[in-house]
């Protein structure tokens, strides 16, 4: 994510996935709490690191395209995705199949928004 979206964008995760008012932070915190280990990638421009180094974020390499990370685990590990829109929330979804959750943050485009949730990826 932007740190932008770290220090103030829409939804904590709940214990059933389900999104709520709050931060991106939060919802990462939340995932941990859930699965015990969450991959975090920052976009490849941030030069902001909010996280810290926490044992239970696996930082992966912001320089990598997230389809690589996709199709190097499509196996089943990856169980939920939950990104800012951006590309790699849309190929995910081809990438990974029906087996993953993937949601998206902080759409206001009602088109765009009506795009993704045809592709079954859910706009919180």
């Not at 709520?20 to 969450?38: N, R």
């Amino acid at each position: 994510p932007h740190s932008e979206m770290l220090k103030s964008t829409s939804g904590d995760a709940s214990s059933d996935g389900d999104v709520k008012d709050g931060t991106f932070l939060t919802i990462i915190k939340d995932l941990e709490s859930k699965f015990g280990k969450v991959g975090v990638k920052y976009h490849p421009r941030e030069t902001e690191y909010f996280l810290g180094n926490n044992p239970n974020f696996m930082m992966l390499p912001s320089h990598i395209p997230m389809e690589l990370i996709y199709l190097k685990q499509r196996a089943g590990n990856v169980k939920l995705v939950v990104s800012a829109l951006s590309t790699a929330v849309y190929t995910a979804r081809y990438i990974l199949g029906e087996q993953a959750t993937i949601k998206a943050v902080g759409i206001g485009d009602h088109q765009v928004q009506r795009f993704f949730e045809d592709q079954n990826i859910e706009i919180l």
